[in-house]
């Protein structure tokens, strides 16, 4: 079993930067990818940013050139570093991963962390 445990969420304002971490921990072998999505209250989750155990990165439109995502392999953390932030990036911020337990071939698994709120005030 994995946990992933997103943490950095808070109550900042606009203009200002934040880091948000995606901790994952348990059985684990390697992490084929970790997304960052958001939501907010009544709107579907979106896809924020991904990042793909060759460093593959990709960002929706509306974050290109503020935000960036990176990971650290050794600790099995991703992190979200989000610059520039404005009202309407106001949301749960939750992270995904595919995670292989045992082993290159061995099946992926997908996990959510449970989410961590960020709030920009104007």
């Known amino acids: 079993q994995v946990q992933l445990v997103e943490s950095g969420g808070c109550l900042v304002q606009a203009g200002g930067s934040l880091r948000l971490s995606c901790a994952a921990s348990?059985?684990?072998?390697?992490?084929?990818?970790i997304v960052w999505y958001r939501q907010v209250p009544l709107n579907p989750r979106e896809l924020v940013a991904i990042?793909?155990?060759?460093?593959?990165?990709n960002y929706a439109d509306f974050v290109k050139g503020r935000f960036a995502i990176y990971r650290d392999n050794a600790k099995n953390t991703a992190y979200l570093q989000m610059n520039s932030l404005k009202r309407e990036d106001t949301a749960v911020y939750y992270c995904?991963?595919?995670?292989?337990?045992?082993?290159?071939?061995?099946?992926?698994?997908?996990?959510w962390g449970q989410g961590t709120q960020v709030t920009v005030s104007s």
């Open positions: 995904y991963a595919a995670v292989r337990s045992r082993g290159w071939g061995s099946p992926v698994y997908d996990y």
């Open positions: 348990g059985s684990i072998f390697s992490i084929d990818v």
């Open positions: 990042i793909g155990s060759g460093d593959y990165t």
